[in-house]
C-alpha cells in the first residue's frame, strides 16, 4: 500500500525558512517520480516543484531560486526546503508520487494529506 506522509510545515515569519519532508512508504521511492504541491483557500492547486527519476528538478516561476527539491532515495523520503518565504507562500503542501512524469501536473496517482504552511508578514 503507497503511503507519503508529509511534515515540517508551521508558521514562519515572511523570509524565513522551512524544510518540508516527505516519508514515502509501499514503493521504491528510485522508480518513481516525485512533486510538491500546494494549495492556499479558494485557490487552485499549483505545482511547486518536481523532481525526475534521475533526480532532475522543476520549479514553478513563483518559487525558483528559493526552493529547493531533493530526495534522500535509500531514505525513501523527499524533501523541499524553502527559503526567503513570503506571505504568498502560505498554503497547505502535499507531496504527490508516479510513475509516470507529470512534472509540475496535477495527475499523479498518490498524494499524501498535507502539511500546512503559513507565512506572517
Known amino acids: 500500500q503507497v503511503q507519503l506522509v508529509e511534515s515540517g510545515g508551521g508558521s514562519v515569519q515572511s523570509g524565513g525558512s522551512l524544510r518540508l519532508s516527505c516519508a514515502a512508504s509501499?514503493?521504491?521511492?528510485?522508480?518513481?517520480?516525485m512533486g510538491w504541491f500546494r494549495q492556499a483557500p479558494g485557490k487552485e492547486r499549483e505545482g511547486v516543484a518536481s523532481i525526475g527519476m534521475y533526480g532532475t528538478p522543476r520549479y514553478a516561476n513563483s518559487v525558483m531560486g528559493r526552493f529547493t527539491i531533493s530526495q534522500d532515495k535509500a531514505a525513501n523520503t523527499l524533501y523541499l526546503q524553502m527559503n526567503s518565504l513570503k506571505p504568498e507562500d502560505t498554503a497547505m503542501y502535499s507531496c504527490?508520487?508516479?510513475?509516470?512524469?507529470?512534472?509540475?501536473?496535477?495527475?499523479?496517482?498518490?498524494w499524501g494529506q498535507g502539511t500546512q504552511v503559513t507565512v506572517s508578514s
Open positions: 504527490a508520487a508516479d510513475q509516470l512524469p507529470y512534472g509540475l501536473g496535477p495527475s499523479y496517482k498518490y
Open positions: 509501499g514503493f521504491t521511492h528510485s522508480n518513481y517520480y
